[in-house]
């Protein structure tokens, strides 16, 4: 099974269609995802992200990924930690 997640906010959608339409025609199986709002990488999106992660692990470990999971990067993690006192 293939995976692909695109971006709208710029024309790199349209190489994505191109390629679900010749999976459709190979009668392939695969999961999709488009974030209307985002560019070419999900790194700037965190539901994204948290969806890619999802995805392996359910596709990889076989486990159910925990509900509202919130990731995020080791910059929002130390801020966190700053205002709340424990950094």
């Not at 890619?52 to 801020?79: K, M, R």
Request: aromatic share 10%.
């Amino acid at each position: 099974m293939d995976w692909m997640l695109a971006g709208q906010l710029r024309s790199y959608a349209s190489g994505a269609m191109q390629l679900i339409d010749a999976l459709v025609r190979a009668n392939r199986d695969f999961d999709f995802m488009l974030l209307p709002t985002a560019g070419h990488t999900p790194d700037s999106n965190h539901y994204g992200v948290r969806r890619i992660w999802d995805y392996l692990v359910t596709h990889l470990q076989g486990n159910t990924p925990p509900a509202g999971f919130q990731l995020s990067c080791s910059a929002e993690f130390a801020l966190a930690q700053i205002n709340a006192g424990k950094a």
